[in-house]
């Protein structure tokens, strides 16, 4: 009985009910999303949307199971540390961006530079100067020539001209 009371006299009270607490705690991370800049990654911005319904779940727990029993304040937050996190870990990876394939709007390039057989040169490719280097090793590439863009590995381009695919 002793132990009970200690128990009784440790934990902290509240005037308002602690599912309100939670309540309002879920509505004010849910609405900081929204004041993220657009310059945090996808995958982080919705964390704080995330942290703020489990803690409307766990307002939602309380407020039902409170009728019965009383439950500490220190497992309120483990309930609700453990829900946002199980939560974030089955959630987060649906906003990861996926990489995208190296397929290009527009394959089509202008050489800037001469490229010479088996060295690099410079082609402009979506408006922008980027090195190139043709296809075939032994095949020197004139200057303005349109140039038919294969891949990219890294930085450089891998070209070939356009006569050799329009004949």
Same mark, same amino acid.
């Given at each position: 009985m002793l132990? &009970?009371?200690?128990?009784?006299? /440790?934990q902290t009270v509240s005037p308002l009910h602690p599912a309100i607490i939670w309540v309002v705690v879920g509505v004010i991370l849910g609405s900081s999303e929204? =004041?993220?800049?657009? /310059?945090?990654?996808?995958?982080?911005k919705f964390m704080p949307l &995330?942290? !703020?319904?489990?803690a409307l779940i766990v307002a939602f727990l309380l407020w039902r199971s409170n009728v019965f029993y009383r439950i500490p304040h220190s497992l309120q937050i483990l309930y609700w540390m453990s829900l946002s !996190?199980?939560?974030? =870990?089955?959630i987060r990876p649906l906003f990861r961006q996926k990489k995208? @394939? @190296? =397929?290009?709007?527009? /394959?089509?390039?202008? /050489? =800037?530079?001469e490229i010479p057989a088996g060295e690099m040169g410079?082609?402009?490719f979506e408006g922008n100067s980027w090195s190139a280097s043709c296809e075939?090793?032994?095949?020197?590439?004139?200057?303005?020539t349109k140039v038919y863009v294969l891949r990219r590995e890294g930085n450089t381009l891998i070209v070939v001209p356009n006569h050799l695919l329009d004949a």
């Open positions: 132990t &009970i009371q200690i128990l009784l006299a /440790t929204l =004041l993220l800049p657009k /310059t945090v990654p996808k995958a982080f &995330i942290m !703020g319904i489990c !996190g199980a939560c974030t =870990l089955w995208t @394939s @190296s =397929l290009f709007e527009t /394959t089509e390039a202008i /050489t =800037l530079t410079r082609v402009r075939n090793r032994r095949q020197a590439i004139p200057v303005h």
